[in-house]
């Protein structure tokens, strides 16, 4: 994630201050990298320190944490921050025992940040009482054991933080992920309308027409009041169309890249058959804030043809190129490589459903939900956030195979598309929009 534009930075409390905020929680046993563009910040990259102090582990991290912060092609520079209490807080080892910081693990981020073109300008440590800067041996400025991090939780950018809204939470896996996912709570009732539109859609996986209306409910979902609770029988109806893994991930595709992607993409998935049985007809969608429709049963408004999902008159088929604009296939989409800029603002509201559907009933339905949060985490580049929901899934449904393989792109560290580009990237403090 990129710094917002307007933050003005005084001094390293600031610069320290403003890392819990971009991470969401205060980090620990962590180094975190910051690039510099001139003397504007960059990305945000949290790594956990290596677990030895082995030279080969030491330069393996300090090669890899370069190579994360080669995608910020404007990167001149790079602020180390090491939130750790071990090695540095009562005195100056020349050398590590097994995972102290020390010099030596500075020593070779600094070869492997310059060889990248983005030398070291300043770096610290942050333990849970202290704060020193790594490079100042000076008693009158850095006395041992170093500066109170209360100078850090009361700088003026942290209050400033608070004020744009933003708070610094738990840690991932330390206590229910962000947004307060706890466990499902049993609801019947929802349980109930989930089993009967699950008996109901079993014969229509393959239907196009179908298909569309799953689509066409979700985008009234996603369009209502984000403040309102789904009714029963719609609750039950989104949690039975998660279940069926191509409308889920026609779900996912279409709130970043728009519906023609994800209709374009499932049919050169060849999930369509002209034997499939008709649509059902849908629940009504009511309740506070939210229109009344039927949901899988929507018909097209007067006046207006009925239309395909990218678009098109439903008999004059597709093709991969609309009006001369491409349209991203699903493999690019869910690896964040198109479209150039996501739609972060409906993302965001499909966590928020996400969220309700997750907490209305165990099973797949809930794994299928948390692994949707868990991807949207991962296309913010909040690795930590995304590992904590992804692994919330596989305990909802063990085996849940997105989630499997999501965690491991996660487990490697591969960064989303999206998330290592500045134009593309989330913007936390901002209005959601890159």
Request: charged letters at 20%; glycine letters at 12%.
């Amino acid at each position: 994630m990129t710094a917002p534009q307007h933050l003005i930075i005084t001094g390293p409390e600031d610069i320290l201050g403003y890392v819990p905020h971009s991470l969401g929680y205060w980090p620990s046993r962590s180094l975190v990298a910051m690039t510099m563009q001139g003397k504007r910040l960059g990305a945000t990259l949290r790594v956990d320190l290596p677990v030895s102090g082995s030279s080969c582990e030491r330069e393996d991290f300090a090669r890899t944490v370069a190579g994360y912060l080669l995608a910020d092609d404007d990167a001149d520079g790079t602020l180390l921050m090491f939130f750790t209490n071990d090695g540095w807080a009562e005195e100056w080892p020349e050398e590590s025992g097994p995972g102290d910081v020390g010099r030596p693990l500075l020593a070779d981020l600094e070869t492997a940040l310059g060889l990248a073109g983005m030398p070291v300008r300043d770096a610290w440590y942050v333990g849970d009482e202290y704060w020193r800067n790594a490079y100042c041996a000076d008693a009158g400025c850095c006395p041992l054991p170093g500066r109170p991090v209360a100078e850090i939780r009361d700088s003026r950018l942290n209050a400033e933080m608070v004020f744009l809204g933003s708070s610094v939470g738990a840690p991932p896996g330390a206590a229910p992920v962000e947004d307060h996912i706890g466990p499902a709570a049993q609801d019947p009732a929802v349980e109930a309308a989930e089993g009967r539109w699950a008996g109901e859609l079993v014969s229509r996986r393959t239907s196009r027409a179908q298909f569309d209306r799953v689509l066409d409910a979700w985008e009234r979902v996603l369009a209502a009041d984000p403040g309102a609770e789904l009714p029963t029988e719609v609750a039950g109806f989104l949690r039975a169309c998660l279940c069926v893994p191509s409308w889920r991930d026609a779900v996912l595709v279409m709130v970043a890249a728009g519906r023609a992607a994800a209709a374009l993409g499932a049919e050169e998935f060849g999930i369509f058959s002209s034997r499939a049985s008709p649509p059902a007809a849908g629940p009504a969608l009511s309740g506070p804030g939210l229109p009344d429709l039927s949901l899988a049963g929507l018909s097209a408004p007067a006046g207006q043809p009925e239309t395909d999902a990218a678009g098109g008159r439903a008999d004059q088929g597709t093709s991969r190129r609309r009006d001369a604009v491409p349209v991203p296939g699903y493999g690019e989409v869910l690896l964040g490589l198109s479209p150039s800029v996501p739609d972060w603002n409906t993302m965001r509201r499909l966590e928020e459903v996400m969220l309700q559907l997750s907490s209305r009933g165990p099973g797949e339905a809930r794994a299928a939900a948390l692994t949707a949060k868990g991807w949207i985490e991962w296309c913010r580049g909040r690795g930590s956030f995304a590992h904590a929901s992804l692994s919330q899934a596989l305990e909802a449904f063990p085996g849940y195979r997105l989630a499997d393989l999501l965690s491991e792109v996660v487990r490697r560290g591969t960064i989303c598309g999206w998330a290592s580009r500045r134009e593309a990237a989330w913007q936390k403090f901002g209005t959601d929009a890159a």
